[in-house]
């Protein structure tokens, strides 16, 4: 009856947690968790030791902005030491399923006081 519903609900919400996102999005964050998060974070915020002065933040930055910037070092437009071996490593659609979970992070903007 309802009760069992919400339960049944409630188990799916609890063991499967990908069907609560798209499936880009999945494939996108899994991405960012093994590959990008190393430097930029699964949050896309910029948090390595190191060097992390010269990572940027890519959190909230527009998906087409992002998958133009990985084409561009993936196809040797850009030149990085880094970043183009790690374009190079992922696939079109790759880059727009990890393009998608870094776009679709959303943060809430506060001007200077
Ligand atoms: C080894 C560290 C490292 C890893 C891992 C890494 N990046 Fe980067 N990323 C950088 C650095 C450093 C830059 C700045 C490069 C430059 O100056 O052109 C950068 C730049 C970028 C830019 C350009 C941002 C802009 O505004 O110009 C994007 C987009 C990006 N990375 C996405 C990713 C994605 C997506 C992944 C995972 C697939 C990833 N990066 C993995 C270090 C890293």
Redesign the pocket.
Known sequence: MKKNFLIKVLFIFLFYPNLSMSNDLTLGKE??ES??A???GVDGRAASGG?SA???N?FAQNKDY?VV??KDYKSGK?N?P??TL?AQM?TDDQILN?SEW?SRISVELKLPE
Do not use: E, S
Request: charge should be positive; charged fraction near 5%; aromatic fraction near 4%.
């Open positions: 991405v960012a590959i990008c190393a430097c930029h060097n010269l990572v940027p890519i992002l910037k990985l850009i990085h880094q970043m790690i992922l990890v870094y």
